[in-house]
């Protein structure tokens, strides 16, 4: 967005300051929140691409029974690596990144509030998917599923480090999503633009906000957790020992007070993604705003008082699972109240039908499947039929694939031309879009039934007596066709990468900041910082957008606006490009892959991690002239 | 698209509802059981109900709007739509209702399935073992117990109190035709009743992932008349008889001075061992190594010479014998009825 | 460019502050964000201790001694203690006293030292080893995180009063020393549940 007014001069002194160092230099010392962003989406590609392969490697599997073309050990650890690689570094890091790429642009920012922790973040995560995948490569895999319930995983059941590599690749992914929520939680408190009060919040950034704050209260869980799982199998804690006091049932209890909420974080994400796509494709403000933003708060505080529904067979006192029965149903009031906003804006709105629209709707009539099933498994005497087995298989990937990875196609296919500065091929886009759909609801909808008629998840085989062989054939050919489509989403966006059609700033007519920016933004994303005077800026100021002026352009700063009014503070430096985040990822790394092999690794780790932390904050400024240890000989 | 699915649906769901095998909460044959799936239907019809509402607002609501869907112009900026928010109270107003229901469905069924504790019933202790169960019946005559193992056998009508518990990690024991499952968790005793309704076979599986051979880790239950059941007890309460023919005692010989005996017993030999499922009354059994080969004697066989080939990673060691000891070894065993 | 929106100033930024301190400050609500993750460690922590202690019958089992209390007592009234300057050096760095802050965090470093001293007795007192049973592993773990934060700060501090020392002080590093001072005081409040559930929770429980 330039202003005619702003000199040339000073526009060119805008891109030296923000420019990233060329090169390979550049690459290792970039903050950008868009670079750092673009890496984790195609990193995460990359993992979806493997996982779906793992996916298509068991369906086979279970295509017909008594298969032997997997062996136990094998399709074990599949699973196990299908699960821990969706959960833990797709769907979690997924939301995080686009949230690091969108919320500084739909807040009108040049930066998130601490660019560099972004690029830390980025940098753990990366080293949590080499712990899972590079140990994978020579043979040594998780095989324990993506909880990995003690005994089963203690010191007695499960020698080797599979459950060590698992626990610490844990511990990584969950130390990079806690900065990335403290860093994105930040920024939507104190950098929103002048004028954007509560009430203005755009709907995904308020959707980042409460996911973020959800990961900080969730995600301590399983990094305690797995980190006395590691502390039984090193030092012979005895946490999760019965024979020695402890108890198994307490791991369970530490996992789902993560587990769950887990689920919302990734969910609430996509409610935002929806709830944009819904605004823009229907072309009205969306109906009902506080009821979606009063209903995200209820999701993610009732998210935290449901962990138990996932323990229903452990055998707890009944009065707790009349209790958490009827928290977990309760989520279906809130999440009842969104579908009826989104299909209400839609049916009072003149919607046009673009494949990010298509996505929207598949999400609707998937989504509430999985969201009825989950009333069903909330229940805990039915639980007590339906959980492990394939109806559960069922349930949480038409929460997940139907719940949160139709609204992320269909958020990728929105802003891409954002990013990229062209559009997808829409007709691509499209059979891609039928192919998803249709092959996943052919895949996943039979499990409901296989897991009624018996089936228990987790089973490498089956015998013919059991009578699942035909359902199972076509769960498997439902989802090699939603794979085939998932794989032809992606070459399309490759192929509109280079052919694309030019998208311009503003294609789909958004109300929104982002659609205020260049596409491709510069690095600095913004040449002014603009005004907001309501929740669609650029439909109510659609002739010229106000802005303010005077953040420095020789060197990299950003406005700092107060929590509630959003008026501006004071102006923030924000720090340059610096090797500190990756050498403090390394040294981290150091830390954690040693503690695998011996405690001591916590204490010689901690020397290189202390040393990489001072690097990174250790401010440059002049050498005292006061005091004992001033420069003397100036 | 949503029409399709609209008239799909219904058939789908009449499917999922009728078919019920051996190992299905849909066909139930306990009181247990019969309970959750009532509480199932009503979840269906109220679940289904909601998502043909759902359906049907989308439906018609992209119909309409699609008549205007050549319109051009600026967005509407917050128009009003106060007739929109009458209905939102009210899908509200439904959902609170929807929920009630099924809540106060829930707790009843809760409350049924709790309400057998208080009947007199018989005690059966069921132990999970990386991958099989062993089962001990309280003999009714001494108070002693009973042992066998991979085989539940339940008396029609009246309620078996199962303790669970477990020797290693954490199983699932899951009847589904007949209760709901419960998890057997090392350091605790977990307690499931099981009122069956309906006589004849079924099968359970263990439902928490317990390792390697976690999928050949099932059950064969049997449901009998009382006086049935009755005289299987007192069946399993004998030792092993004495074998009739040479090649039969040669079959004991192998069994119970070899390698077996450090692991299995057979009540009434020097075979004591108990690392393994009991084998006093193996050959009365339906099926060998929990479920996972029929009880024929070349199964029986095959899985004594070679148990990695049918169940990989088995604790079951493969017992090299020659072609004549593996028969009699074989023989004797199903002999053990 | 012609890819943009057109645009119209309506205000200037360019006579507002550079820094600010307080909660006004960018940095001081990333500092909150990591306490609050870590108050959630330590919350869920004591969750787990009390959530065996309320399964498990003898507490501490039998023929374990509850952890001695003389050199906790030390400790604990060091941190109550060590508030005074933490307090005083906070002041400072608000009212932007170059000196103050500099003396201040040099005292701190020296004072959160000395009292890791009887924080090493304690481990030496607790009566049981990590490895006997669940209960202490429990007292152990509670231990070693509050441990690992009063080092962290430790660290913090030292590395930040040689920065001081050394450098011009700009408002950022004041702010600095502000967040430093918070999150010290946030350790030594975290203190107060957690010794008594090591300490006490054996005694009365």
């Not at chain 1, 996509?270 to 506080?290: D, N, P």
């Not at chain 1, 805990?380 to 039929?385: I, T, V, W």
């Not at chain 2, 499931?192 to 976690?214: K, M, N």
């Not at chain 3, 009063?161 to 408002?171: A, C, I, K």
């Amino acid at each position: 967005m330039s202003d005619p007014r702003t000199p040339a001069v000073e526009l060119g002194k805008l891109h030296v300051s923000w420019a990233d160092a060329p090169g390979i230099r550049g690459f290792f010392t970039t903050v950008d929140h868009k670079r750092i962003a673009a890496r984790y989406i195609v990193t995460v590609v990359l993992l979806l691409f493997l996982a779906g392969m793992l996916a298509l490697d068991m369906r086979l599997q279970l295509a017909r029974p008594d298969m032997e073309r997997m062996t136990p050990q094998l399709y074990n650890e599949s699973f196990s690596l299908h699960g821990s690689t969706m959960l833990f570094l797709v769907s979690v890091p997924v939301m995080e990144a686009m949230g690091i790429w969108l919320v500084p642009l739909m807040l009108g920012q040049r930066a998130l509030a601490f660019p560099r922790l972004a690029a830390f973040s980025y940098w753990l995560y990366l080293g949590g998917v080499l712990m899972l995948w590079v140990p994978h490569a020579f043979g040594i895999t998780p095989d324990l599923g993506w909880f990995e319930y003690p005994p089963l995983s203690g010191p007695a059941y499960s020698p080797g480090h599979r459950a060590d590599i698992w626990a610490q690749m844990i511990t990584f992914t969950e130390v990079a999503a806690l900065a990335a929520s403290v860093n994105i939680a930040a920024t939507v408190l104190k950098m929103r633009p002048p004028g954007m009060t509560l009430p203005r919040i755009p709907l995904f950034v308020w959707a980042m906000f409460l996911a973020s704050l959800m990961t900080i209260f969730a995600l301590p869980a399983v990094m305690m957790v797995t980190s006395m799982l590691i502390a039984d199998r090193l030092v012979s804690t005895q946490f999760f020992a019965a024979a020695a006091g402890g108890d198994p049932v307490l791991f369970q209890h530490l996992f789902w007070w993560f587990g769950h909420p887990e689920v919302y974080i990734i969910f609430l994400p996509a409610a935002g993604f929806v709830s944009m796509i819904v605004e823009t494709f229907s072309r009205r403000t969306l109906f009902g705003h506080a009821a979606v933003v009063l209903s995200m708060l209820a999701i993610a505080a009732l998210a935290f008082g449901l962990w138990v529904h996932h323990m229903f067979a452990v055998g707890l006192p009944r009065l707790g699972n009349d209790f958490y029965t009827a928290a977990s149903m309760a989520v279906a009031l809130p999440a009842g109240v969104q579908i009826f906003c989104w299909i209400a804006t839609l049916a009072t709105g003149r919607p046009r039908f673009d494949t990010p629209l298509l996505w929207v709707l598949a999400f609707i009539v998937t989504f509430v499947i999985g969201g009825l099933s989950g009333i069903m498994t909330a229940s805990a005497p039915l639980d007590q039929q339906l959980t492990d087995t394939y109806f559960v298989v069922a349930h949480f990937h038409y929460v997940l694939v139907g719940g949160a990875m139709f609204p992320l196609f269909g958020a990728f296919s929105y802003w891409y031309p954002k990013a990229t500065g062209r559009m997808l091929s829409e007709r691509w886009g499209k059979i891609s879009f039928w192919m998803v759909f249709g092959g996943f609801n052919l895949g996943f909808f039979p499990m409901h039934i296989l897991g009624l008629q018996g089936m228990p998840r987790r089973i490498y085989t089956y015998g013919e007596g059991m009578g699942w062989g035909p359902l199972n054939l076509v769960a498997s050919i439902g989802s090699a066709i939603a794979v085939a489509g998932g794989v032809l989403f992606v070459a399309n966006a490759a192929w509109s990468y280079f052919r694309g059609r030019a998208a311009g700033p503003n294609p789909w007519g958004g109300s929104t900041l982002e659609w205020a920016a260049p596409s491709p933004p510069p690095q600095h994303n913004f040449d002014a910082m603009p005004v907001v005077d309501s929740l669609t800026p650029l439909w109510t100021q659609k002739r010229e957008l106000a802005v303010m002026t005077g953040l420095a352009v020789d060197r990299r700063e950003v406005l700092v606006t107060s929590v509630v009014e959003a008026a501006p503070e004071y102006r923030q430096k924000s720090p340059p490009p610096s090797t500190a985040p990756l050498l403090a990822a390394v040294a981290v790394t150091i830390l954690f892959v040693g503690s695998i092999f011996t405690p001591w690794a916590l204490v010689w780790g901690a020397v290189p991690v202390a040393i990489g932390l001072t690097l990174w904050f250790w401010p440059q400024r002049e050498r005292s002239t006061t005091g004992p240890l001033r420069v003397r000989n100036r | 698209m949503t029409l399709r699915r609209l008239a799909l649906l219904p058939a789908v769901l009449a499917l999922s509802a009728c078919e019920g095998g051996f190992q299905s909460p849909l066909a139930p044959a306990g009181e247990q059981a019969a309970s959750i799936h009532s509480l199932f239907c009503l979840m269906m019809a109220v679940c289904g109900f909601m998502y043909l509402l759902v359906l049907a607002g989308l439906g018609i609501g992209l119909l309409r709007a699609r008549r205007r869907r050549g319109e051009t112009g600026e967005p509407s900026i917050d128009p009003a739509d106060r007739g929109l928010t009458r209905g939102l109270v009210a899908w509200a107003a439904l959902i609170v209702v929807g929920l009630t229901v099924l809540i106060t469905g829930s707790f009843l069924v809760e409350r049924t399935i709790a309400g057998a504790r208080s009947r007199d019933a018989l005690e059966v202790r069921v132990t999970g073992h990386q991958w099989w169960w062993r089962i001990q019946y309280r003999d009714p005559a001494t108070g002693g117990w009973i042992e066998t193992a991979n085989e539940l056998h339940l008396p029609l009508g009246q309620t078996t109190r199962v303790a669970l518990g477990s020797s290693d990690v954490i199983h699932s024991f899951w009847v589904p035709n007949i209760a709901q499952k419960l998890d057997l968790i090392p350091g605790r005793i977990n307690r499931v009743d099981l009122t069956p309704t309906r006589a004849g076979w079924f099968r359970g599986q263990c439902a928490e992932f317990c390792g390697i051979q976690h999928a050949h880790m099932a059950l064969d239950v049997k449901v009998d008349t009382p006086e049935a059941f009755a005289r299987w007890l007192a069946g399993q309460r004998r030792p092993a008889a004495a074998p009739a023919d040479p090649v039969l005692a040669r079959g004991r010989e192998i069994v119970t001075r070899g390698p077996c005996a450090m692991c299995h017993a057979i009540r009434g030999t020097q075979a004591v061992g108990r690392a393994g499922p009991d084998l006093t009354h193996f050959g009365g059994r339906r099926s060998v190594a929990a479920g996972t080969l029929a009880m024929t004697r070349g199964a029986v066989q095959g899985w004594i010479t070679q148990p990695q080939a049918a169940k990989p990673g088995t604790m079951m060691p493969p017992v090299p014998l020659s072609p004549a000891d593996a028969d009699a070894v074989s023989r004797y065993l199903m002999d053990l009825k | 460019m012609s890819d943009a929106v057109p645009t119209r100033v309506v205000g200037d930024l360019s006579d507002l502050p550079e820094s600010a301190s307080g909660a006004s400050h960018l940095v001081w609500w990333g500092n909150i964000g990591f306490m609050a993750i870590e108050g959630t460690a330590f919350a869920l922590a004591a969750g787990a201790y009390l959530y065996l202690m309320s399964q498990t019958a003898g507490w501490p089992p039998d023929g374990v001694r509850p952890p001695d209390l003389l050199w906790p007592a030390v400790l604990t009234l060091g941190l109550f203690v060590s508030e005074i300057p933490n307090l005083w050096v906070r002041r400072c760095a608000k009212a932007k006293d170059e000196r103050g802050v500099r003396i201040g965090t040099l005292a701190m470093t020296v004072l959160g030292l000395l009292l890791l001293i009887p924080r090493g007795i304690e481990f030496g007192h607790l009566n049981v080893a990590w490895y006997d049973n669940a209960y202490g592993s429990l007292t152990w773990m509670l231990l070693v995180l509050h441990t690992s934060h009063l080092i962290t700060d430790i660290g913090d501090t030292a590395v930040q009063s040689v920065w001081l020392y050394t450098h011009e002080v700009g408002d950022d590093q004041f702010a600095d020393v502000e967040d430093n001072a918070n999150y010290w005081t946030f350790v030594v409040l975290t203190w107060i549940p957690v010794g008594a559930l090591v300490y006490l929770a054996p005694r009365f429980g």
